[in-house]
Structures are given as C-alpha cells and as structure tokens.
C-alpha cells in the first residue's frame, strides 16, 4: 500500500499509533518504503490496536477531527474489523473521506467474502486440532477446543472441518447438550474412542434445553477466554462420564506468519484502497467477492454481521 502510494500517485503516508485512540491523541509515525521493508512475512498489529471508538466517548469524534486538521490529513485508510469499521463510518459522516480495509480473523465483516487474517487463524487452528488428536486418540478422551468468535462461527466451522472434528459449536446455531452427548456415546460406543468438539467462543445452549448458561463478558465486552469451553468440558464429562479435557487456543490464532493468502489479499485490499483515495473515492471498503477486489459502501456494512451460511454448517454436521 506505501509503495503504491508514494511510487505511483506521490503521496505521503503516516500511520496512528493504537486504533482510534491513537488518531484522538495525535499519535503519529511517519511510514515509507524503507521502514516497511521485508513486513510482508510480519504478523500481528504493526501499529498497535486499542479497544476504543470515538463515537462512544465524550469529545472523542471531536479529537479526532481536531488530530486529522492537525496533521493535514486528506483520507484515512481504517484497516480492522466491524467495529474499527462502523467507527469509520461515523467518522466519514462527519466529511472525512475514508476508505475502510477489513481485518478480522473472526471473518465477520459484511460485504466482503473474506478478511485478511482469517485464512492464517484457520491454518493455525486446524494445525493445533491435527494435534490435538494425536491426545485425545492415544488417552481415549473427549478433547474440547474453543477458538474465537463470538457473533460467528467462521473460525470453529472450517477449522472443524479442515481438522475432522466430530462436533461444531457455533453461535449460528445454539446447540442442544443432550443431542450432543447423545451423539458421543454412540460413536464411543460404535467405532471410536475419542471424540474432538471445538466451540466457538460465542456458541450458546438452545432455549428450553436442559443446560443453560449466561455467556461471560470482561471488561471491554469481549467474551471471557475459556469460559464457555470449560461449561462444555464440565457438561459433558458429567453427562457422559468420558474423560474429557479442553483447550483455550485464545491469542495463539492472532499470532505468527500470515499465510500467503492473507498476504496477497492485503496487497490487493492495499492497492485497491490507495487508488481509491487517488480517485476520490468515499466511505467505501475494500471487498473480495469471489476472485475480484472491488468497492462497497461503508454505510451499507456497517454495524452487520456476517455469519456462517447454512450450507457450511451442514458441511460440518455431515462429516461428524
């Protein structure tokens, strides 16, 4: 995106340090082709993140506008998730031209068939899965795995197919507890030994079950790691009287080398965004749909939520 923007249309690019607390403080860094050479393999938040929204906050947006006269800026490029997303959208209200990029490996962004960063949160989920059965197979145990999402399942349903799980948690479907032990003795009893079960961390019992549970918030209304995976775990290895163990993946899917499909859909995404601030492009982000890279409105993404398509969770169901 920096090489594009300074090669080809001669523009000077800064950066705001930790999302949009940063751009309220003012806290800039001054990005070219030198001081980004060779980041193409780096993972993670080159520019640190921070759970905070101008919108929500008193004289926030007023921060912000104040920081963007400050520093002369033309366009802001917003590369994050939904709600990095649906602040920009404020933000462009206000006059600013914005172009949004999303970033999210929970993939739950409307408009786009992708995120960067969900296609190498997959890999390294189905890699840990791939070795979680080597556990669960050899100690005959029921092996518990929750990974991210809590409005969507995109991480737990194609990790879980990828991995050969036997069971699929996610919140597009609240789940039955008895359905599920009901599935695991038979296959304990029928042809296997061991059983792998990955919850999405957002997943949650049908009503009228007979487990029921509040999904637990922090702080900042993120989802308490492991929390839900461990009211599974206890559910069914009570139930089922299994040995039955979880894993808390947590941070470990944000981290290490993007893979090369994360890497060159955000070449794509950053060349597309650069060109569209060229051409005077507004409140628009970077889509993939299908093979194409192309422009959608931010108004009409913002404050949406992708989830996983039906299609995909019968994907799931039918390999159990």
């Not at 206000?94 to 068939?113: A, F, H, R, S």
């Not at 299908?290 to 169901?317: C, F, H, R, Y």
Request: hydrophobic share 40%; charged share 25%.
């Amino acid at each position: 995106m920096v090489k594009r923007a300074e090669g080809e249309h001669g523009h000077q690019i800064i950066g705001f340090r930790n999302g949009w607390k940063g751009v309220s403080e003012g806290d800039v860094i001054y990005l070219n082709r030198y001081s980004l050479r060779n980041v193409l393999s780096t993972g993670g938040t080159l520019l640190g993140t921070a759970r905070w929204h101008p919108h929500r906050h008193e004289g926030g947006m007023e921060a912000v506008l104040g920081a963007l006269e400050d520093e002369r800026i033309d366009a802001l490029i917003c590369i994050g998730g939904d709600g990095t997303l649906h602040a920009a959208s404020k933000v462009a209200d206000e006059g600013v031209p914005v172009v949004g990029i999303p970033k999210t490996i929970d993939n739950d962004v409307w408009g786009t068939d992708a995120s960067i960063g969900f296609d190498t949160a997959v890999s390294i989920v189905t890699e840990a899965i791939d070795r979680i059965h080597t556990t669960a197979e050899s100690h005959n145990r029921v092996m518990v795995v929750e990974v991210m999402g809590r409005s969507a399942g995109w991480i737990a349903v194609t990790s879980g197919i990828a991995g050969g799980a036997e069971i699929v948690l996610a919140p597009e479907e609240p789940f039955d507890i008895d359905q599920v032990v009901k599935f695991l003795k038979h296959r304990h009893r029928a042809h296997a030994n061991f059983s792998i079960v990955v919850v999405a961390e957002g997943a949650v019992p049908a009503k009228g079950t007979s487990m029921q549970f509040e999904t637990e918030f922090g702080e900042f209304g993120e989802i308490v790691a492991g929390a839900t995976g461990e009211r599974v775990r206890t559910e069914l290895a009570a139930r089922t009287g299994f040995d039955t163990r979880v894993t808390v993946l947590g941070h470990v899917q944000r981290g290490g080398s993007p893979t090369a499909a994360d890497r060159i859909l955000a070449s794509r995404f950053g060349m597309l965004a650069i060109d569209a601030v060229s051409d005077k492009a507004d409140n628009v982000m970077t889509a993939l749909h299908g093979e194409k890279v192309e422009l959608v409105p931010i108004s009409e993404i913002a404050g949406k939520v992708k989830q996983v398509p039906t299609d995909l969770l019968e994907v799931a169901k039918a390999l159990a």
